[in-house]
């Protein structure tokens, strides 16, 4: 993939939850909600403070991460659903 964040955004793809409950039953797709899990596809520099300096990135490509409900910006690049967000909406590395 030929696309790159800038700054300190994130290339994310969600990682799809379970299609069954504990208990077996089969959940539609209609009544999913979408996962908040994904994992990072690439990373961008980092931000940068008012005098110039550079704040590194505290995640990596191939990170498994949890992030807000309705956090980033869905995008399709090469025939995939991807996520592009700032790295302040990602709530942890898991």
């Given amino acids: 993939m030929a696309f790159k964040p800038l700054?300190?955004?994130?290339?994310?793809?969600?990682i799809e939850g379970e299609d069954k409950t504990k208990g077996g039953l089969i959940i539609p797709d209609s009544a999913k909600e979408k996962p908040a899990e994904g994992e990072i596809v690439s990373v961008g520099t980092g931000a940068r403070k008012d005098n110039g300096e550079l704040i590194e990135m505290a995640v990596k490509a191939g990170d498994r991460i949890l992030f807000?409900?309705?956090s980033g910006t869905e995008v399709k690049l090469d025939?995939?659903?991807l996520l592009i967000m700032k790295e302040s909406d990602i709530l942890g590395i898991m």
């Fill in 7 to 14: 700054h300190d955004r994130v290339l994310v793809r969600r």
């Fill in 79 to 81: 025939g995939e659903d």
């Fill in 68 to 70: 807000g409900k309705w």
